[in-house]
């Protein structure tokens, strides 16, 4: 049984507001990365969509398209594989002036901050301010890592020599309500992430 489904709930094991009570009372350190990370995702205000097959992240995808009401609309996407998403729905998405929205992956999801890292590879040279307000992030179980030194020796070993530049991670998924020093210059994003379970 996935790590997943015992968060969320199958019937037989406890539901995850059960779960998430017995983890509240163990130091962050001690959780298994996955755990960590969706908890700390979700305490940055960041939305959450399990998947367990392609097919869930195809239907989890157009529930965020009419849930925010983004049919007939502009999106920012760089990486072919993800198009047929935009294609199936009929997504304007070659010459975007004026996105609604991105879709890209990631090159990890950093567990012990619950925030995503990105590189050129996804976003190319733009920044997180010159990004669209609104995010729909792909990323799969795997990618989870424990902290951002993890995730860059994860990119050296998969770029080997071709490493991508603009590397930055995106850690703020809501505006905060009282700004403070830790908040400056961090851009907030509207952030979905459709996690597909691979392991």
Same mark, same amino acid.
């Given at each position: 049984?996935?790590?997943?489904?015992?968060?969320?709930? /199958?019937?037989?094991?406890?539901?995850?507001?059960? @779960?998430?009570?017995?983890?509240?009372?163990?130091? /962050?350190? =001690?959780?298994?990365?996955?755990?960590?990370?969706?908890?700390?995702?979700?305490? @940055?205000?960041?939305?959450f969509l399990y998947c367990d097959s392609i097919a869930d992240v @195809?239907? =989890?995808? +157009?529930?965020?398209?009419?849930?925010?009401?983004?049919?007939?609309?502009?999106?920012?996407?760089?990486?072919?594989?993800?198009?047929? $998403? $935009?294609?199936?729905?009929?997504?304007?998405?070659?010459?975007?002036?004026?996105?609604?929205?991105?879709?890209?992956?990631?090159?990890?999801?950093?567990?012990?901050?619950?925030? #995503?890292?990105?590189?050129?590879? %996804?976003?190319? %040279?733009?920044?997180? @301010?010159?990004?669209?307000?609104?995010?729909? #992030?792909?990323?799969? /179980?795997? =990618?989870?890592?424990?902290?951002?030194?993890?995730?860059?020796?994860?990119?050296?070993?998969?770029?080997?020599?071709?490493?991508? /530049?603009? #590397?930055?991670?995106?850690?703020?998924?809501?505006?905060?309500?009282?700004?403070?020093?830790l908040h400056y210059g961090s851009v907030a994003k509207n952030l979905?992430?459709? +996690?597909?379970?691979?392991?």
């Open positions: 049984m996935s790590l997943f489904k015992k968060i969320f709930g /199958t019937g037989e094991t406890p539901s995850g507001e059960e @779960n998430a009570d017995k983890n509240a009372l163990l130091p /962050t350190d =001690q959780l298994p990365v996955d755990e960590m990370f969706t908890m700390n995702f979700r305490k @940055n205000g960041g939305k @195809n239907e =989890q995808f +157009l529930n965020v398209l009419v849930e925010n009401d983004w049919f007939e609309c502009e999106v920012l996407c760089f990486e072919p594989r993800l198009f047929y $998403l $935009l294609d199936d729905n009929r997504l304007t998405y070659q010459s975007a002036s004026k996105p609604r929205f991105i879709l890209a992956t990631c090159e990890s999801l950093v567990a012990d901050e619950g925030s #995503i890292l990105f590189s050129s590879k %996804q976003i190319k %040279q733009n920044k997180p @301010n010159e990004l669209p307000d609104n995010m729909v #992030i792909f990323a799969t /179980t795997s =990618q989870i890592l424990e902290n951002k030194s993890e995730c860059l020796r994860h990119i050296k070993r998969k770029y080997d020599k071709d490493y991508p /530049t603009n #590397i930055t991670a995106i850690k703020y998924f809501e505006k905060a309500k009282d700004e403070d020093f979905y992430l459709l +996690l597909l379970e691979d392991l």
